[in-house]
């Protein structure tokens, strides 16, 4: 049998209580299906937020990245306070959102939001919340893991718009993703991700 593949958007993977509705969907997925692979995407609001942060930042709005960020910090913290009792998922969202900080300081230094900054920026929703849906399932018996769709999905170099390179894809999904599967772990993997084959993040274009 063929792996399920269910895919979850912002809505669905928005808050606490969206997350565990969610889990009791794959819970009930998973009593047909012994390999089930889940695809999700930023809470609902993060990437117009992390998007429209970038383009402040290089309009020279100081402000922007501060009040993003503790907006983000306090969104995904609160979720992960609420849905996981161990520290699963914090040192990962912590980095994540360092990075936040760090990408968006360097745009304003440049004044600039290039394509390839812009994704770099605009990934950083699912690769957060992946972290939050995958400690949320492992706390409600769900044994899960956060896939980072860069180190499966190869793509052009068409940032913001990237295209995937299916054959390419298919080998590193094999590689990255069936083991997990035979662990009986659903990945929890980042929609609208990918990477060139030199590993810079692009994305595959809003909606």
Do not use: Y
Request: proline share 5%; net charge negative.
């Amino acid at each position: 049998m063929n792996p399920l593949i269910m895919k979850f958007g912002g809505t669905s993977v928005g808050n606490a209580t969206a997350i565990r509705q969610t889990a009791e969907i794959v819970r009930a997925g998973l009593a047909d299906w012994p390999q089930l692979c889940v695809v999700i995407s930023a809470m609902r609001g993060v990437t117009d937020l992390l998007l429209s942060t970038a383009r402040a930042a290089a309009d020279g709005d100081s402000t922007a990245g501060p009040t993003a960020l503790a907006k983000l910090t306090d969104q995904h913290f609160s979720a992960l306070a609420e849905l996981s009792p161990t520290n699963e998922g914090r040192e990962q969202a912590q980095a994540l959102l360092a990075e936040f900080e760090s990408l968006v300081h360097a745009i304003g230094v440049l004044g600039e939001a290039s394509p390839r900054a812009l994704d770099a920026v605009g990934s950083l929703g699912e690769r957060l919340n992946a972290h939050v849906v995958a400690a949320a399932f492992n706390a409600l018996g769900i044994p899960s893991r956060a896939v980072d769709a860069a180190e499966v999905v190869v793509t052009d170099d068409t940032f913001t718009s990237a295209s995937p390179d299916m054959a390419a894809t298919r080998k590193k999904a094999g590689a990255v993703i069936a083991p997990i599967l035979a662990e009986g772990i659903v990945p929890i993997v980042t929609g609208f991700v990918g990477a060139t084959p030199q590993g810079h993040i692009t994305t595959l274009g809003r909606g």
